[in-house]
């Protein structure tokens, strides 16, 4: 299958700085990718689309300005987590598609986030 | 917007037991329904899939059959191991290209599988 590529896949910050993580898709373009965030012993919760060349689409509840998200290429998208507070810390995973088809979607190796 | 739900949330078997989940979906839009398993810290990795023009589907030991009309899919794992211990997600995504296909999951079921 297809290659999604997370970076990095732990970070340690503290309250207050920005956080930056990469998406990549290493063997196919990837017009949509999605991210997740997972909290201990729960479910992936989606949290925005994002689109090569426009906006990312958020879900309901999530604050657009903390959570900025870029996919400025068609194989990069890259979820910045601003002022990061401990309530932030998380597991973070992007996925892809290849096309635009309903089809399987590949996913990162996830980011573990904590903030102190 | 789609909701998927999963039962049971956790779940014990002996080793070479069949363990099976159910899942519902609201969305008479979606059509297409992964299955994922995830160990702890890794990514969900896609165990099998299936379309909403295809009744049943089977990959060796992994099955899924799927009840359009009743909107429930029942991933089962025949034969179980102790390495089938995991979370597994139910997900589902409608067949719209203006939702961008995004999959909604269930909330998982703990498998755990006793030698």
């Known amino acids: 299958g297809a290659v999604v590529s997370q970076h990095p896949s732990r970070v340690i910050c503290k309250s207050g700085t920005s956080v930056k993580i990469e998406c990549r898709s290493l063997?196919?373009?990837?017009?949509?990718m999605f991210w997740y965030r997972q909290f201990p012993k729960q479910s992936l919760m989606l949290m925005a689309t994002?689109?090569?060349?426009?906006?990312?689409?958020?879900e309901q509840g999530v604050e657009k300005d903390k959570f900025l998200i870029n996919h400025a290429s068609l194989t990069l998208s890259t979820l910045t987590v601003t002022s990061a507070h401990p309530e932030d810390s998380s597991f973070y995973i992007c996925?892809?598609?290849?096309?635009?088809?309903?089809?399987?979607?590949?996913f990162g190796q996830g980011t573990r986030l904590t903030v102190v | 917007g789609e909701n998927v739900e999963q039962h049971p949330s956790t779940l014990s078997v002996q080793e070479g037991d069949s363990a099976v989940i159910k899942c519902t979906y609201s969305?008479?839009?979606?059509?297409?329904f992964p299955w994922y398993k995830q160990e702890l810290g890794k990514r969900p990795q896609l165990i099998i899939d299936?379309?909403?023009?295809?009744g049943e589907k089977k990959d060796q030991r992994i099955a899924v059959t799927l009840n359009k009309t009743a909107k429930h899919f029942s991933p089962h794992i025949t034969e179980t191991q102790p390495e089938d211990s995991a979370v597994y997600f139910c997900?589902?995504?409608?067949?719209?290209?203006?939702?961008?296909?995004?999959?909604?999951f269930g909330k998982g079921t703990l498998l755990t599988v006793n030698p």
């Open positions: 996925s892809a598609r290849e096309s635009h088809l309903n089809t399987e979607a590949f």
């Open positions: 063997d196919f373009q990837a017009t949509t």
């Open positions: 994002s689109n090569e060349g426009s906006k990312a689409t958020y």
């Open positions: 969305d008479s839009a979606s059509n297409y």
């Open positions: 299936i379309r909403s023009n295809v």
């Open positions: 997900a589902a995504t409608p067949n719209s290209g203006g939702s961008n296909y995004k999959l909604t």
